[in-house]
C-alpha cells in the first residue's frame, strides 16, 4: 500500500487563488518531499522537509510538516495557469533509501 | 549541469519481446533509481543502483532487471514483456555519500506500449 496518500485526488481552481494538498503518511519518516509532474512527463524535485522541521518556503511554495498528525500540506500562493499538473508526496522512513510516492493531487488552473 | 537523459522517449513493443532501456544521471551522482508509473499503481520503486551495485530492489517479478556502469549511466531491461508492463518508465539520480539519497532528479520518462 502507499506510504503516502494526497488529498484531493482533483483540485480546479481559478488563477490567482491559493491551491492547498494535504499528504498524510503511516509510518515516521526521516523525510517527506514534494514534487510536481506536467502531464506524462519527469517528476521535479519541489521542497524536501525534514521530520525536524515543520515549515519550508520556496517562493510561492510552503510546506508544513505536523508529524503528531502524520501529515503534510502543500500550499501555492497566487496559483497561475503553469501550475496545472499532478502534485506527489513521497517519504523515506527508518533505514529505507526507498521512497514511497503517493498517488498524486491533480491540480488544474483555470487563466 | 545537464539534466537526467533517458532514451529512447517512447517505445512500442509486442508481447514476448524484452526491452532495455537507458538512463545517463547528472554528472557526479553515483545513485541512480528506476520507477514504473501506472494509471492504476502509481509509482512504483523498481530498484536502486550505487556505484554499480543493486542496493535496494522493489516488489517486482525477476523478468525486471537493471545494471548500472562505471559512469554511472544505468540500464533495465524487461524480459517475456507482458501488456500488463505499458507504462512510463522513469530514472531518477541523486548525490549520495554512501547513505539514503535526498533530493532524486528525475529524467522524462520512456513511454513504452506493449501491443
Known amino acids: 500500500s502507499q506510504q503516502g496518500e494526497e488529498d484531493p485526488q482533483a483540485l480546479s481552481i481559478q488563477e490567482g487563488e491559493n491551491a492547498t494538498m494535504n499528504c498524510s503518511y503511516k509510518?515516521?519518516?526521516?523525510?517527506l518531499q514534494w514534487y510536481r509532474q506536467n502531464s506524462g512527463r519527469g517528476l521535479v524535485h519541489l521542497i524536501l522537509i525534514r521530520s525536524n522541521e515543520r515549515e519550508k518556503h520556496s517562493g510561492r511554495l510552503r510546506v508544513t510538516l505536523d508529524t503528531s498528525k502524520k501529515s503534510s500540506s502543500l500550499l501555492i500562493t497566487a496559483s497561475r495557469a503553469a501550475d496545472t499538473a499532478s502534485y506527489f508526496c513521497?517519504?523515506?522512513?527508518?533505514?529505507?533509501?526507498?521512497?514511497?510516492f503517493g498517488r498524486g493531487t491533480s491540480l488544474i488552473v483555470h487563466p | 549541469k545537464a539534466g537526467v537523459t533517458q532514451t529512447p522517449r517512447y517505445l512500442i513493443k509486442t508481447r514476448g519481446q524484452q526491452v532495455t532501456l537507458s538512463c545517463s544521471p547528472i554528472?557526479?551522482?553515483?545513485?541512480v533509481s528506476w520507477y514504473q508509473q501506472t494509471p492504476g499503481q502509481g509509482l512504483q520503486f523498481l530498484f536502486e543502483y550505487f556505484s554499480e551495485t543493486q542496493r535496494n530492489k522493489g516488489n517486482f517479478p525477476g523478468r525486471f532487471s537493471g545494471r548500472q556502469f562505471s559512469n554511472s549511466r544505468s540500464e533495465m531491461n524487461v524480459s517475456t514483456l507482458e501488456l500488463g508492463d505499458s507504462a512510463l518508465y522513469l530514472c531518477a539520480s541523486s548525490w549520495t555519500s554512501g547513505g539514503a539519497p535526498d533530493t532524486q532528479y528525475f529524467g522524462p520518462g520512456t513511454r513504452l506500449t506493449v501491443l
Open positions: 513521497a517519504t523515506r522512513s527508518g533505514g529505507s533509501y526507498i521512497p514511497t
Open positions: 509510518t515516521s519518516i526521516n523525510n
Open positions: 554528472s557526479g551522482h553515483r545513485s
